[in-house]
C-alpha cells in the first residue's frame, strides 16, 4: 500500500521508517501503477506488513533494516490517497485487498458471506472490520503490533476497529 500512496521524495527527509520493501519511486511509476491497479493489469495490493523493532529502525537510513508496521494502516492509506481522491474505487479496493488474494491463491475465502468460514483447512485467517471516521490521528505507539513504526503518522478516515479469528459469519 505505502509504494501506490508515497514517492520517494519523502526520503529527502532521512527518516528511517520510510525505508520500506520494494522501496518507495517515483510518481510517475506510482501513477503507473495505478493505472495497472484499476485496468486489472495488477489483481493484488498488499499491506507488505513488515515489522521491525524500534531499535533497529531508529538507526540511520543506511543502516536501518527494510520494513514498516502496516496493517494498522493500510486501510487508511487506501481510503486517504487513493479512494477518497478518486484514485481507486472501493469495489477495486476491496477486491485488489480480499477477493483477489485468494483467488491467487486457490482459497476458498476473501469474502464475508453468511455461513462462510473466515479461513480455510490450511489457513488461519483474521477479519479485520474497519470504520470510516470523520477524521483520527493515527499514532504508530496505538498500533496492535509489535512494532510500532509506521511510514508516516497523519489525520485519516477509516480505521480498523475490530477482529475476528478463526470465526464462521
Known amino acids: 500500500v505505502a509504494n501506490l500512496c508515497m514517492n520517494d521524495e519523502k526520503l529527502l527527509s532521512f527518516n528511517s ?5 520494494p522501496p518507495l519511486r517515483s510518481q510517475e511509476h506510482i501513477d503507473t501503477c495505478l493505472e495497472a491497479v484499476n485496468d486489472g493489469t495488477i489483481d493484488v495490493i498488499s499491506a507488505g506488513h513488515q515489522p521491525r523493532s524500534m531499535e533497529k529502525k531508529m538507526q540511520e537510513l543506511d543502516a536501518a533494516p527494510f520494513g514498516a508496521t502496516s496493517l494498522d494502516t493500510a486501510l487508511s492509506q487506501l481510503i486517504n490517497d487513493l479512494i477518497l481522491p478518486g484514485k481507486l474505487s472501493w469495489s477495486r479496493a476491496i477486491e485488489c485487498m480480499s477477493t483477489n488474494p485468494a483467488k491467487v491463491l486457490g482459497l476458498d475465502a ?27 490521528r493515527a ?24 477482529r475476528f479469528r478463526n470465526s464462521i459469519f
Open 17 to 21: 521508517n520510510l525505508k520500506v520493501n
Open 110 to 136: 476473501g469474502s464475508l458471506a453468511v455461513g462462510r468460514p473466515a479461513l480455510t483447512e490450511t489457513t488461519r485467517a483474521t477479519v479485520r472490520a474497519g470504520a470510516f471516521s470523520t477524521g483520527l
Open 139 to 162: 499514532f504508530a505507539f496505538t498500533f496492535t503490533f509489535s512494532s510500532r513504526f509506521a511510514p508516516r503518522e497523519w489525520y485519516c478516515r477509516g480505521s480498523v476497529f475490530l
